[in-house]
């Protein structure tokens, strides 16, 4: 994970503060569901009742919340082929392809890999897209070969924008007057970008993209954000 000067008093961390979160500093190569799971114990044995949400909040439970998005989705564009979006702790990726499928809608979805760890994405989304489709009554028609997690727009890390994230921001600000973040809708923005050019859509399909937050995290990456806000 690269961070900027200032990252730990400014975007979310910073409204984490304000909200008055306690924050526990976990090693982003570590297993954070792990550490999740001891602090909760830890917590309990001290006589507290915490309910733990994990990652993310990328369980089945969690991925609901993007079930109901591709009802929305379908609703609004009945007929999107293709559903984009960055794809990191899986819960995203995981809830639109369980709701599409309880849908029977066939629209394809891509996960734009935003950690540099596509294998775990991918794992990840099969696991949690499995049982959120179980929560959903549609386990039975659930296919590992229908998740699909595009690798080539990470930067190289999580955190770490790299030329193709950083045209998309430029691009996205100074046409659609999108502010994306480095870390996770910027790269959203250049997988489709990217995907487009290589030809993956039919020029008659309709593609949906997905902002799928992080707005705060542009004010903890002030140099990246610097050097995309000068004049070219």
Not at 125 to 139: D, F, K, Q
Request: aromatic share 6%; glycine share 12%.
């Amino acid at each position: 994970m690269r961070t900027e000067p200032g990252y730990a008093e400014t975007g979310n961390i910073l409204l984490d503060r304000l909200f008055g979160a306690i924050i526990h500093d976990i090693p982003w190569d570590e297993d954070r569901n792990r550490r999740l799971r001891e602090i909760a114990g830890h917590l309990k044995a001290a006589g507290r009742r915490p309910y733990l949400v994990p990652y993310g909040a990328s369980d089945a439970l969690g991925a609901m919340g993007y079930a109901l998005a591709a009802d929305e989705i379908v609703h609004d564009c009945p007929n999107a082929a293709w559903i984009v979006h960055g794809s990191g702790s899986a819960g995203t990726q995981a809830g639109l392809l369980a709701g599409l499928l309880a849908l029977g809608h066939p629209a394809r979805v891509i996960g734009v890999d935003v950690d540099a760890q596509p294998e775990r994405v991918h794992a990840d989304v099969c696991r949690v897209g499995r049982a959120a489709a179980a929560l959903l009554g549609v386990e039975a028609l659930w296919r590992d070969d229908r998740v699909e997690v595009a690798a080539a727009w990470s930067g190289g890390a999580y955190g770490l924008a790299d030329r193709t994230t950083e045209e998309a921001i430029r691009l996205a600000a100074r046409t659609e007057g999108f502010a994306l973040d480095p870390v996770y809708a910027g790269k959203g923005m250049a997988g489709l970008i990217g995907l487009a050019r290589q030809g993956r859509f039919p020029a008659d399909d309709h593609v949906v993209w997905i902002h799928t937050g992080g707005v705060p995290g542009i004010f903890a990456y002030p140099e990246t954000m610097a050097r995309l806000s000068a004049p070219t």
